[in-house]
């Protein structure tokens, strides 16, 4: 018998990529545009992290959206673009310890979580040009070409587990 993602696989061959998302089940989330879908993923990232027993709370100021184990996190997240690609915008140089990007695809979820301190800085050039345009970066990530850069940072939504429930400890 063929696994879930033998099934999804011949799925996506039979329906072009156009029409994917109609029957995604994160198709919901093309409802929501901008800052809405954006607080949703934040929402989202807050109640998986409570799901897993972490204790996780909202930042009492705009440089980090949640307080996560004691660690001040920055999340972004974005959904698959039509271009193929996960954007994550607006990161700025703010207070908090780690920035979270998770993206959602069709019918996969993508994390990363970063390290203020270690950020990839070579994959988030400036979002906006001119001389004023230094205070927001973006990243942007192909799912099927991820760069080998981003692995020590996780990938899936377990690596980052690991990494939230490490807050625990130091």
């Known amino acids: 018998m063929r696994n879930d993602s033998h099934t999804i696989n011949a799925i996506r061959r039979l ?63 974005s959904t698959l673009w039509a271009n193929g690609r996960y954007v994550f915008q607006q990161i700025r140089d703010q207070e908090y310890d780690y920035l979270l990007c998770m ?23 400036y979002q906006h040009g001119g001389s004023s345009g230094r205070d927001t970066r973006w990243m942007t990530v192909r799912p099927d070409s991820i760069p080998s850069r981003l692995n020590e940072f996780g990938g899936t939504l377990s690596q980052v587990l690991v990494v939230l429930k490490g807050f625990r400890r130091g």
């Open 15 to 77: 329906i072009p990529q156009e029409k994917i998302w109609d029957i995604a089940p994160f198709l919901w989330l093309y409802d929501y545009r901008g800052k809405e879908r954006q607080k949703i993923g934040e929402q989202l990232i807050a109640g998986w992290c409570a799901a897993r027993d972490l204790n996780v709370m909202r930042s009492p100021n705009s440089d980090a959206d949640r307080i996560i184990e004691g660690k001040r996190v920055e999340i972004k997240f």
């Open 103 to 125: 993206g959602i695809s069709p019918f996969n979820v993508h994390a990363w979580i970063m390290r203020k301190s270690e950020l990839p800085l070579e994959l988030m050039p």
